[in-house]
């Protein structure tokens, strides 16, 4: 029991460290660009908590979206912190890293970021991660090579295994609408076979458009 005590002794003032991290990031201004190198180490630090990590992958995209020409010789740290994150077994912190990646669109090396999400996605089942992935794709359309068979792939998963949840069917929406910014002809028959399919109406909505817009280019 003394052994037990002596545990729990040392354990809490970690534990409550740890917890009291968050409040770090209230004393960091939206501008202030010196504290990158913190929020990029939370973030690949692997004893850092999942939700502290989650609020240093928010607060360096506001830092960027806040101060771009400035940041923008911080993005390959990001970069690799995003990667990071992306490889993280919480797949909360995946969504988080997808999210994120929303603000370097117009980023010089925006097309890191997407080879980066393509190859973190390949296997991902989360349909939360998924979606958070394909709305920031979308803002990629110059890699649409690349990113079409991915978000495919992912498709005729679900064509193969229907799933009737709305997390899954928003998963499809959100990839439907990236290949409709894509417009690539190879996405045309996986797109008519779940307008075909028996998913919602919203997922064939978003799939319908899509191939409006690669008939469009033909």
Request: some cysteine; overall charge positive.
């Amino acid at each position: 029991m003394r052994y037990l005590f002596i545990f729990f002794w040392l354990y809490i003032p970690v534990a409550l460290s740890a917890e009291s991290r968050p409040e770090i990031f209230d004393r960091i201004r939206d501008s202030d660009l010196r504290h990158g190198d913190l929020l990029v180490r939370m973030v690949k630090d692997s004893d850092t908590l999942a939700s502290v990590k989650i609020r240093a992958l928010e607060k360096m995209a506001v830092l960027y979206r806040q101060s771009p020409e400035k940041a923008e010789n911080s993005v390959t740290k990001f970069h690799d912190a995003i990667g990071t994150a992306l490889q993280n077994k919480n797949p909360t912190v995946r969504e988080a890293a997808c999210s994120a990646v929303v603000v370097f669109e117009k980023s010089t090396t925006g097309s890191l970021f997407a080879a980066t999400i393509n190859k973190a996605i390949t296997e991902e089942t989360n349909p939360a991660v998924l979606s958070a992935c394909a709305h920031s794709l979308a803002l990629f359309p110059s890699e649409a090579q690349t990113t079409v068979p991915v978000l495919l792939a992912h498709i005729n998963r679900y064509l193969v295994d229907f799933r009737d949840s709305s997390k899954d069917e928003k998963a499809l929406i959100e990839m439907c609408r990236a290949l409709k910014v894509m417009r690539q002809h190879k996405a045309f028959i996986p797109l008519l076979k779940l307008l075909q399919s028996r998913y919602d109406e919203d997922v064939k909505s978003a799939a319908q458009d899509a191939l409006q817009s690669i008939k469009v280019r033909d």
